[in-house]
């Protein structure tokens, strides 16, 4: 599953973005719909990897069953939109980086796994390396 989201950053990396991306799956462990940030690209700072594959999943009739798996763990605009729907699983990459709304998440019920990803760190502090300023933009999400 992370694979899918990893996928997902790197062609976010590939287009000038940052990269961080997401998939959703459903409770058999389809794929809804993978996505990434595109808040650089598009312009538009509410095209977060999480809200991305969130909309082009489409509507389910419940989220209970579904896992959204990102490679850095959601921030409080993510974490929101996890708690709004009601989706029951979350897989995060990594959240050394960036911890977000992990913890709060974990204290609404969700399950949230941490798969602590070497790749998924590598990604990410080899952007905020070369570009510190897109990422000191995104912390002010906080
Ligand atoms: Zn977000």
Redesign the pocket.
């Known amino acids: 599953m992370l694979e899918v989201a990893i996928n997902e950053a790197r062609i976010g990396l590939a287009e000038g973005g940052i990269p961080?991306g997401a998939a959703m799956f459903d409770g058999a462990g389809r794929l809804l719909a993978s996505g990434h940030?595109r808040r650089v690209q598009e312009g538009d700072p509410s095209i977060?990897?999480?809200?991305d594959a969130f909309r082009r999943a489409g509507r389910q009739r419940s989220y209970r069953d579904t896992t959204m798996v990102t490679t850095l763990a959601?921030?409080?605009?993510?974490?929101g939109?996890i708690r709004q729907f009601g989706i029951g699983r979350l897989i995060v990459g990594e959240s050394e980086t960036f911890a977000?709304g992990l913890d709060w998440l974990r204290s609404l019920g969700v399950e949230v796994i941490d798969l602590e990803s070497e790749v998924c760190r590598g990604l990410m502090q080899g952007y905020i390396a070369t570009h510190p300023e897109v990422w000191n933009e995104d912390i002010g999400?906080e």
């Open positions: 961080i940030n977060h990897a999480e809200t959601p921030c409080w605009y993510c974490s939109l977000g999400m």
